[in-house]
Nanobody, 124 residues
Framework: QVQLVESGGGLVQAGGSLRLSCAAS????????MGWFRQAPGKEREFVAA????????HYSDSVKGRFTISRDNAKNTLYLQMNSLKPEDTAVYYC?????????????????WGQGTQVTVSA
């Protein structure tokens, strides 16, 4: 089991950037693939990005591809999401999640551990 704490959310204007962080503790971080998900009010939680345990493989949803970058620093037990060219439709609570496999996963039910979420608000 791994404990996750997100940080870095906030209010930004459209076209701006934010960097989210997710600090992990409690288990061997590199043994987990990691993902970012988001949930807007009244909508289901949706996949944003995923990364393998080693960091060598990444996947993105079509809505963020080319704008967001997922990365990890296994020495620091930290996951990142660099978000550029933000749009109002990116407004949501962003969650990091861990899956007990080194292969990236895409569905929320494939992840076993979740952070508490961090709010990202993009104004027009």
């Amino acid at each position: 089991q791994v404990q996750l704490v997100e940080s870095g959310g906030g209010l930004v204007q459209a076209g701006g950037s934010l960097r989210l962080s997710c600090a992990a503790s409690g288990s061997t971080f590199s043994k987990y693939s990691m993902g970012w998900f988001r949930q807007a009010p009244g909508k289901e939680r949706e996949f944003v990005a995923a990364i393998s345990g080693s960091g060598s493989t990444t996947h993105y949803s079509d809505s963020v591809k080319g704008r967001f970058t997922i990365s990890r620093d296994n020495a620091k037990n930290t996951l990142y999401l660099q978000m550029n060219s933000l749009k109002p439709e990116d407004t949501a609570v962003y969650y990091c999640a861990a899956a007990a496999t080194v292969v990236p996963r895409f569905r929320p039910n494939e992840y076993t551990d979740w952070g508490q979420g961090t709010q990202v608000t993009v104004s027009a």
